[in-house]
């Protein structure tokens, strides 16, 4: 039996709804949406209507009405099908950008990090910065600008010890720890206080380090930075600049700072004999020396004058000389046209010893240079046994300056430093033999009563003792303490006289005299 049908549903339209039986849509004010992901669609608002003559009226431009912070705005609920109309779907895919031209977008910025030790300052990483284009100057302006009146006296005065002819050094162990050295005496000077180790650190690097011969700034290069500092006199051009060797330590927050200054005056030997360093005797011997090419070490401690005591030397240098002139910080200025100024690279915590330039590596390449003299500033390591190599090679007149208190303490060193180098001799007895055969004279230099003083002058002869632990010496002058006068001990060998004698130079025969310090 066939199952009944369904008649048909007659097509009559759907009656019409009222508008009391339907919920109104919200408006866009009342529930507001976010626009999909990759779209920066902004609401239309429309600006309330004025009657006419009400224009006068309005005080808000219809541009000012703005969407709240998009942190302060509810979270939509989703809309149920009943309270609006259901929004397109967003595909899961991302949305590409539209392709009409939009405004670069901001780089989104990161929060400032914490300071730590050794970390760049903010001041010094703004200047990196590929947007500031800002020149150096306007830079240094700015900072100047920004600095309080009494951090610029304390940079005033700070400048003041450091041009100050009568400070030797002047020293910086922190932000409100500031001193100088006169008369043999350090003091410190309370009215310089630089804030804190920021401040601090700005006024080194924006002030101090730029007057140097480094690139090296404090908060980018860690540990260690070394320079020489050089001031002219805006004055008086004609005035030889003040030139200071800086030496920076930063590993522990913040900077320790030694600025250990030269004098003015170019020392020569005349100015020796008048300042009392050594009698008119000693010095006619030392300037006939430096003509005839004679191999010399200056010792002495820190601060005694060795490298003033070179520098006088040569004074007396033949005009024509080569000279390779190796240091590991620029100190010493010789009045000879052809100088050949080589600078060793400083060992840092971290570095790889392959990329470092060292003072033995540069010892052994000066002897390719073709040198009539090697003057190397200071020796510390195993730099003497190349040095020792290189002045009984051809490079008559070479000299240096190392750390010793006496002559046969200087010996004695020579002996250690040699045997420090990874290519040398380890034997005492054939470093000593080396030391025979090309070091001449040992001037030893002191510092008494805040003044320098030539203390000793020994001929070290080409004879090695018997036990092989020794070389034997000849004491031209020495200075006495008790007495205040410089002595003669003995006079200049017959070989040490043959030796000047074929560079065509005589020394005087006149009777050594006595000669009281003052």
Do not use: C
């Not at 009494?150 to 400048?159: D, G, Q, T, Y």
């Not at 010789?334 to 915590?349: A, F, G, I, K, Y």
């Not at 000299?399 to 250690?416: E, F, N, W």
């Not at 018997?466 to 034997?472: E, V, W, Y």
Request: charged letters at 25%; hydrophobic letters at 35%; zero cysteines.
């Amino acid at each position: 039996m066939p199952l009944p049908t369904r008649p048909p549903r007659p097509n009559t339209p759907a009656p019409a709804v009222e508008k009391n039986d339907h919920v109104e849509e919200p408006r866009l004010a009342d529930a507001p949406t976010q626009a999909p992901l990759g779209f920066e669609e902004e609401p239309v608002f429309e600006a309330p209507r004025l009657a006419r003559g009400d224009e006068e009226e309005q005080t808000t431009p219809v541009s000012s009405f703005q969407l709240p912070p998009a942190k302060s705005l509810p979270t939509a609920k989703p809309a149920s099908p009943m309270e609006a109309p259901s929004l397109p779907t967003i595909p899961a895919a991302p949305i590409q950008a539209p392709v009409a031209p939009v405004a670069a977008a901001e780089p989104v910025s990161q929060p400032e990090p914490t300071p730590v030790p050794n970390a760049a300052p903010t001041y010094y990483r703004a200047a990196e910065d590929e947007e500031d284009n800002r020149t150096l100057e306007e830079k240094t302006a700015e900072f100047i600008k920004s600095l309080s009146r009494e951090v610029k006296e304390s940079v005033r005065i700070l400048f003041e010890h450091i041009t100050d002819e009568e400070s030797s050094e002047v020293l910086l162990n922190g932000p409100q720890l500031v001193g100088f050295k006169q008369g043999g005496q350090r003091f410190f000077d309370e009215r310089i206080d630089f804030v804190d180790v920021e401040t601090y650190h700005a006024v080194l690097n924006h002030f101090l380090l730029p007057l140097t011969t480094t690139s090296e700034r404090i908060g980018v290069q860690k540990n260690l930075i070394e320079g020489q500092l050089r001031i002219e006199d805006e004055k008086d051009p004609s005035r030889p600049p003040l030139v200071a060797r800086v030496h920076v330590i930063d590993n522990n927050g913040f900077a320790k700072v030694t600025i250990a200054k030269k004098s003015r005056t170019r020392m020569t030997i005349d100015n020796m004999i008048t300042n009392g360093t050594m009698s008119a005797d000693m010095g006619m011997l030392l300037k006939a020396f430096a003509r005839g090419r004679v191999t010399m070490i200056f010792s002495g401690m820190t601060g005694a004058g060795k490298s003033t005591a070179l520098e006088a030397v040569s004074r007396d240098f033949d005009v024509n000389d080569r000279i390779v002139l190796i240091e590991d910080t620029p100190e010493l200025a010789l009045p000879v046209s052809d100088v050949v100024e080589l600078l060793s690279t400083q060992d840092r915590p971290g570095d790889d010893p392959r990329d470092l330039v060292t003072l033995d590596w540069l010892v052994r390449q000066a002897n390719r240079m073709r040198p009539d003299r090697i003057i190397v500033g200071e020796i510390r390591g195993g730099e003497m046994s190349d040095f020792l190599i290189a002045a009984n090679s051809g490079a008559d007149g070479s000299m240096t300056t190392v750390h010793a208190d006496s002559p046969q303490g200087t010996l004695r060193k020579i002996v250690s430093l040699a045997m420090l180098s990874d290519h040398g001799s380890k034997s005492e007895t054939s470093i000593y033999r080396n030391i025979a055969s090309s070091v001449q004279i040992i001037v030893q230099m002191t510092l008494i009563d805040n003044k320098h003083v030539v203390t000793h002058i020994e001929e070290v002869s080409n004879t090695v003792l018997q036990n092989g632990n020794g070389i034997a010496t000849n004491p031209l002058y020495r200075y006495d303490r008790n007495t205040q006068q410089f002595q003669a001990e003995g006079r200049v060998s017959d070989e040490l006289k043959a030796y000047l004698n074929q560079r065509g130079v005589t020394l005087p025969n006149a009777t050594p005299t006595n000669f009281r310090a003052f």
